[in-house]
T-cell receptor, first 107, second 121 residues
């Protein structure tokens, strides 16, 4: 089965950039999406096809994918960005695969 | 506006059955693959099952294969998940999710609010 691995937690100071990685075998050959989930809420798609933002998502959020690692970057991090973030890819053998999730803390 | 409203959750004993429903509105259900995703309390998201836009192709996570059945009624704009042989480890909030692409499988651009399944004796 296909697996996506994320760091359990990332901490960032307000105003600084936060980067969350997602690692998987030859991940660059797959489109990676990212979801933001705040406590008690449903997940929200924030990046799809590696680097596209859905309508209404802040321009401070961006994505990239190269080699075995996809990266979600939040520039000028704010308290409102504090949430759990999940990467996700489609694999022909495993269907939809979610990453292990990262808790972003804004200190 | 896309809306997905799940129902059918509740408390069930191990070995029991439940059927979840997801009422879709604000888009043409028959154009999109649909899925169920679950999240155990305090845990990560786990994909459960998906169906293509017609309901002719289905996918299941290994953890539910043989016990759960996904189906859809595009004429009624409803997605279903029949859950049999429920186990304690199936306890979770179950989300209905719409695929972003109308061509293939990609990601989930809309989610319901979830319905809670608790499996306990």
């Amino acid at each position: 089965s296909y697996e996506l691995t994320q760091p359990p937690s990332v901490s960032v100071s307000p105003g600084q950039a936060a980067s969350i990685t997602c690692s998987g075998d030859k991940l660059t050959n797959k489109y990676t999406s990212w979801y933001q989930q705040k406590p008690g809420q449903s997940p929200v798609l924030v990046i799809y096809q590696d680097n596209k933002r859905p309508s209404g998502i802040t321009e401070r959020i961006s994505g990239s994918n190269s080699g075995n690692t996809a990266t979600l970057t939040i520039s000028g991090t704010q308290a409102v960005d504090e949430a759990d973030y999940y990467c996700q890819a489609w694999d022909s053998g495993a269907a939809y695969v979610f990453g292990t999730g990262t808790k972003l803390t804004v200190l | 506006e896309v809306q997905l409203v799940e129902s059918g959750g509740g408390l069930v004993q191990p070995g029991g059955s439940l059927r979840l429903s997801c009422a879709a509105s604000g888009f043409t259900l028959s154009r999109y693959a649909m899925s169920w995703v679950r999240q155990a309390p305090g845990k990560d998201l786990e994909w459960v099952s998906s169906t293509n836009y017609l309901g002719t192709t289905t996918y299941y996570a290994d953890s539910v294969k043989g016990r759960f059945t996904i189906s859809r009624d595009n004429s009624k704009n409803i997605l279903y998940l029949q859950m049999n042989g429920l186990r304690v480890e199936d306890t979770a909030l179950y989300y209905c999710a719409k695929d972003h692409s109308s061509i293939d499988y990609s990601c989930f651009d809309s989610w319901g609010q979830g319905t809670l399944i608790t499996v306990s004796s």
